[in-house]
């Protein structure tokens, strides 16, 4: 089955770093982007940046350059979406997700894992 | 960065109503255009690319249509589990942005 499967539910205090992953199975990890999404409680959907597992380039969106590190290590199919030192502000659902290109250009999210919880609170 | 606006911010229906949902973009975005849709405690779940291509085993009273800076999304007769919140994404941009979401609410 084709699944992207994400990591549990964190709960930390302000200032401390954290690491999320995502597992991509059933498909070529190296040969697609990976996505990180972010939606703050009650909120929209705020795309965060991409990585290509097979040379680890990545972009960020203007908006969480410099607040989070995105990597992947392709010997397990898995991508990391991290942080030095949390804030309050980063409390939200974070969705990793596949972009897929169809033939005419555009880049479509055609697979999501289910999400990771972060609760940062002092 | 390209802005995307979405219209209504919420929506009330009944069950077998035709609703629309607009999407604006801040410039031109061709045909680079994503519908997906969001129910509550889950995932988003792609429904309509490239503007108007349904994605496969979605449900084909979803249909989506425009080009250039001015789309819109139609569900030709609403079912129950088609209450949810809904939206759109340029690809245009490498930086992927997102409407910010139209919820559709039972009347």
């Known amino acids: 089955e084709v699944q992207l499967v994400q990591s549990g539910a964190e709960v930390k205090k302000p200032g401390e770093s954290l690491k999320i992953s995502c597992k991509g199975s059933?498909?070529?990890?190296?040969?697609?982007?990976i996505g990180w999404v972010r939606q703050m409680p009650g909120k929209g959907l705020e795309w965060m940046g991409i990585?290509?597992?097979?040379?680890?380039?990545?972009r960020y969106s203007p908006s969480f350059q410099g607040q989070v590190t995105i990597s992947a290590d392709k010997s397990i199919s898995t991508a990391y979406l991290q942080w030095s030192s949390l804030k309050a502000s980063d409390t939200a659902m974070y969705y990793c997700?596949?972009?897929?290109?169809?033939?005419?250009?555009?880049?479509?999210?055609?697979?999501w894992g289910r999400g990771t919880l972060v609760t940062v609170s002092s | 960065d390209i802005q995307m606006t979405q219209s209504p911010s919420s929506l009330s229906a009944s069950v077998g109503d035709r609703v629309t949902i607009t999407c604006r973009a801040s410039q031109s975005i061709s045909s680079y255009l994503n519908w997906y849709q969001q129910k509550p405690g889950k995932a988003p779940k792609l429904l309509i690319y490239?503007?108007?291509s349904l994605q496969s085993g979605v449900p084909s009273r979803f249909s989506g249509s425009g080009s250039g800076t001015d789309f819109t999304l139609t569900i030709s007769s609403l079912q129950p589990e088609d209450f949810a919140t809904y939206y759109c994404?340029?690809?245009?941009?490498?930086?992927?942005?997102f409407g910010q979401g139209t919820k559709l609410e039972i009347k």
């Open positions: 490239a503007a108007s």
């Open positions: 990585i290509y597992p097979g040379d680890s380039d990545t």
């Open positions: 997700a596949r972009p897929r290109g169809d033939l005419t250009g555009n880049w479509y999210f055609d697979l």
């Open positions: 059933g498909y070529s990890f190296t040969s697609y982007w």
């Open positions: 994404q340029q690809s245009y941009s490498t930086l992927y942005s």
